[in-house]
């Protein structure tokens, strides 16, 4: 099974995000959609992702700091100062299984998916698992009808 598969599947739903924008519009977004990433978007084309990660850390960081001295507001954060401007990215044709090793080794949870510089959408491990369990499940049906139909030794 290939990206392209999983991908046709998913659907093409697909949340964007300026670069210039608040991060807190941002997770407002993310949480309002029940999404983990947006793709972060710039003259239309892809400059970086922006996933609960980065947040998680952003927010992390700046507690840190508070305990240590005052730190301007988290609502003042742009989603350029977080975002991560270097994701890995996927190909259409990438195997599924090598797309599962990508993102474990790079503990990333989402990765786009380009067509040379056409952002076709963007792949979660959680589409990924899901894909995986539908074929699986498709495949296990297939064999329990040969097996129910196997015919009658003579």
Same mark, same amino acid.
């Given at each position: 099974?290939?990206?392209?598969?999983?991908?046709?599947?998913?659907?093409?739903?697909?949340? #964007?995000?300026? %670069?210039?924008?608040?991060?807190?519009?941002?997770?407002?977004?993310?949480?309002?959609?029940?999404?983990?990433?947006?793709?972060?978007?710039?003259?239309?084309?892809?400059?970086?992702?922006? #996933?609960?990660?980065?947040?998680?850390?952003?927010?992390?960081?700046?507690?840190?700091?508070?305990?240590?001295?005052? #730190?301007? %507001?988290?609502?003042?954060?742009?989603?350029?100062?977080?975002?991560? =401007?270097?994701?890995?990215? =996927? #190909? %259409?044709?990438?195997?599924?299984?090598?797309?599962?090793?990508?993102?474990?080794?790079?503990?990333?949870?989402?990765? %786009?998916?380009?067509?040379?510089?056409?952002?076709?959408?963007?792949?979660?491990?959680?589409?990924? =698992?899901?894909?995986?369990?539908?074929?699986?499940?498709?495949?296990?049906?297939?064999?329990?009808?040969?097996?129910?139909?196997?015919?009658?030794?003579?």
């Amino acid at each position: 099974m290939q990206v392209r598969e999983v991908l046709s599947v998913k659907g093409s739903t697909l949340f #964007t995000v300026d %670069p210039e924008a608040m991060l807190s519009d941002a997770v407002m977004v993310m949480a309002d959609q029940d999404i983990g990433s947006l793709v972060v978007m710039e003259r239309g084309q892809l400059i970086g992702m922006l #996933t609960f990660r980065e947040v998680i850390h952003v927010l992390a960081l700046r507690q840190r700091e508070h305990r240590t001295g005052p #730190t301007p %507001p988290v609502s003042e954060i742009i989603v350029r100062e977080v975002m991560n =401007a270097d994701p890995i990215i =996927a #190909t %259409p044709e990438m195997d599924i299984n090598e797309l599962r090793r990508v993102m474990i080794e790079s503990h990333q949870r989402y990765l %786009p998916v380009m067509d040379d510089r056409l952002l076709l959408g963007v792949i979660s491990f959680h589409d990924l =698992a899901r894909a995986v369990l539908e074929a699986q499940s498709f495949e296990n049906r297939m064999l329990k009808a040969y097996i129910r139909d196997w015919p009658e030794s003579s």
